[in-house]
């Protein structure tokens, strides 16, 4: 079964600074989708950023990006010039590329506050 | 385009009652995926329906049940409630084929609290 760790509970940034967020996985699949997804107060889980296992690449997405390093299994998403708007728990979510369907499973969380 | 919704917003429920809960996936989604959240975790997944068919299952009890219809809406039952069932439940809707899976997009939810 596959595992998602993210071993920062809590994570604080100043507006318009930088932070990272850790998350860590297992899995024995070669064919996997990553994900970071951000639930703000109002709940509803938003897509924030995925990868791809088989691009080298890192995605980006405007201020989002990811440091995704396969063979240590770590996926850790950067957020760049942090505005208030960005404060909110923040999932990282993991799903087989190998099965049918579309099972996530998700890491405990990081809640991220913005300071101004 | 309309998103996925999610009934009752709210729910409150006593331990042993039956509960449904109800989720009308995006436009154009054939697959729902229900989740359980409970307070200051992540979601963990209780299963998925595809095409009107369980389509995988996570780890819960047989008391956790689902339904989907045919325009691809879908029903979460939950029987014999027990304390431990108060969480944000949250549904999921997306777009599976052959080969091919697309995003999740979530529902805001449904917070039931067992009493």
């Known amino acids: 079964a596959q595992t998602v760790t993210q071993s920062q509970p809590e994570m604080s940034v100043q507006e318009a600074e930088t932070v990272t967020l850790s998350c860590t996985y297992d899995?024995?699949?070669?064919?996997?989708?990553l994900f970071w997804y951000k639930q703000p107060p109002s709940r509803q889980m938003i897509l924030v950023i995925r990868?791809?296992?088989?691009?080298?690449q890192n995605a980006t997405e405007n201020r989002f990006s990811v440091n995704f390093q396969k063979a240590a299994k770590s996926f850790s998403l950067k957020i760049s010039d942090s505005q208030l708007g960005d404060a909110a728990m923040y999932f990282c979510a993991y799903r087989s590329g190998e099965t049918s369907g579309s099972r996530l499973t998700f890491g405990e969380g990081t809640q991220l506050t913005v300071n101004p | 385009e309309t998103g996925v919704t999610q009934s009752p917003t709210h729910l409150i429920k006593t331990r042993g009652q039956q509960v449904t809960l109800r989720c009308s996936s995006q436009s154009g989604h054939n697959t729902v995926s229900w989740y359980q959240q409970a307070l200051g975790q992540g979601p963990q997944f209780i299963f998925q329906y595809y095409r009107e068919e369980e389509n995988g299952r996570g780890n819960f009890p047989p008391r956790f049940s689902g339904l989907q219809f045919p325009n691809y809406s879908s029903e979460l039952n939950v029987n014999a409630l027990e304390l431990d069932d108060s969480a944000l439940y949250l549904c999921?809707?997306?777009?599976?084929?052959?080969?091919?899976?697309?995003?999740?997009?979530f529902g805001p939810g449904t917070r039931l609290t067992v009493t």
């Open positions: 999921a809707s997306s777009l599976v084929g052959y080969r091919l899976t697309y995003e999740q997009y």
């Open positions: 899995t024995s699949e070669s064919d996997y989708y």
């Open positions: 990868q791809e296992a088989y691009k080298q």
